[in-house]
């Protein structure tokens, strides 16, 4: 794989469980919001079992983890630092470090304090100040452990979801306010940036954007190529260009003291899927194989985005996310296999790969049903099991690469639902 290391991800509001209040923990309570009723007090109930859970990554053989942190846990009232939260959080760091384990470490994960929500959160731009004194906080805490930073995961899927289509939290549906959204992550973002570097000066610190491939259903259609272009654009292209470059462009505004730059030391990309466009809505090649939640598997789609960023970005690539809802963990060998090979045949500049995820996680508004990890998860007993998938990955992850035996072995009979 060319020296391409091996990782897992999480998130720090899937996985832990307990009582934070957060947004997704008042959102889950009401009912009707999540698929199977549950809520994120169970999760993996990573917060009481760090330690274990550090022994099943040396299983796996990584050398990089993706981790979050809970926003709530660490200020759970305005200025108010919790020593406690963040010392929980210094311990896993270090714990991380003593295995020999890399983390890289994200600040906002779609997770906000409640009280911060009750005011508007990005929605408005009071936001990007409390942003920035979380930071200095966790970065004055923990900088001496981890030099590694994810200011935002996914801000166009937060702003969407939330305040476009309603179907997370705050449940909103306003396309005034997921631009406000979008605007505000941006130059929080930005900021970001330099109190990290102000603070631990050779940190790489960036974003995990999450980037999809989108196709006219007809390419002779106008309609559906003029969609398809702004779905480019207006999902994806002209925030990464500002959280990057700090060019804010339509349909965004310069933030005042925001010069152009470069706000970036590599590039994430989470990629799942790819979208067939009529209008401005997704939809799915009838031919295509698909997961467990009908996302169409396109391997492809991540070569084109790597060589596409690689284009305009210059500087390291990480995936950061990269997985498949699989619960019979049928095809995920496949998948972790085809989507490598896309990112080898890209010949982007490409240094890691953060499987998603580690172990299964309370998918947002899908609850407990999606099976995204390596490890399988018992929710009644918090039991964990290393699925084959899991076997194929430390496989690769020892021998840097796919072997003819691994092959043989987890991928060669494998094959896609349709």
Not at 114 to 142: M, S
Not at 317 to 335: H, K, M, Q, S
Request: glycine share 10%; proline share 6%.
């Amino acid at each position: 794989m060319s020296g391409l290391q091996l990782g897992v991800a999480t998130a720090a509001t899937q996985i832990e469980g307990g009582h934070a209040d957060t947004n997704w923990h008042r959102w889950a309570a009401e009912p009707g919001h999540i698929a199977d009723g549950s809520t994120p007090a169970r999760a993996a109930g990573h917060w009481n079992r760090v330690a274990a859970d550090i022994d099943l990554l040396g299983e796996l053989g990584v050398k990089h983890y993706r981790m979050g942190l809970e926003w709530a846990r660490i200020e759970p009232a305005p200025g108010e630092f919790d020593a406690a939260a963040l010392d929980h959080y210094a311990d896993e760091l270090a714990r991380l470090r003593d295995a020999g384990i890399k983390p890289l470490v994200t600040l906002h994960h779609f997770n906000n304090p409640w009280w911060l929500e009750q005011t508007g959160a990005f929605a408005r731009h009071h936001a990007v100040g409390v942003f920035e004194r979380y930071v200095r906080a966790v970065v004055d805490a923990l900088g001496p452990l981890a030099d590694e930073w994810i200011t935002i995961n996914e801000p166009n899927v937060y702003a969407t979801k939330g305040y476009l289509e309603g179907s997370w939290p705050p449940g909103h549906q306003s396309m005034g306010e997921t631009v406000a959204v979008m605007q505000n992550l941006a130059e929080a973002h930005v900021r970001a940036y330099g109190i990290i570097h102000d603070a631990i000066p050779d940190a790489k610190v960036g974003v995990a954007q999450h980037l999809r491939v989108f196709r006219p259903k007809a390419r002779w259609n106008p309609v559906h190529q003029a969609s398809s272009r702004a779905m480019w654009y207006l999902f994806q292209d002209a925030l990464q260009r500002a959280m990057s470059f700090g060019q804010f462009r339509v349909p965004f505004i310069q933030p005042s003291g925001i010069r152009p730059g470069r706000y970036y030391d590599f590039q994430g990309i989470n990629y799942y899927s790819r979208s067939t466009v009529t209008k401005l809505a997704d939809g799915v090649v009838a031919e295509q194989g698909v997961n467990d939640l009908g996302w169409e598997i396109y391997p492809e789609g991540l070569s084109i985005l790597c060589r596409r960023v690689a284009a305009t970005y210059p500087g390291p690539i990480y995936i950061t996310e990269n997985g498949t809802a699989d619960a019979a963990d049928a095809f995920r060998p496949l998948f972790l296999y085809d989507h490598l090979r896309a990112i080898v045949d890209s010949g982007a500049p490409v240094e890691r790969f953060y499987h998603w995820c580690f172990t299964d996680n309370w998918e947002w508004a899908d609850g407990e049903g999606p099976r995204f990890g390596l490890v399988a998860l018992d929710y009644a007993t918090q039991e964990r099991t290393i699925r084959e998938s899991g076997r194929f990955y430390a496989d690769m992850a020892a021998h840097g690469g796919v072997t003819q035996e691994a092959y043989d072995r987890w991928v060669a009979r494998r094959a896609y639902p349709r």
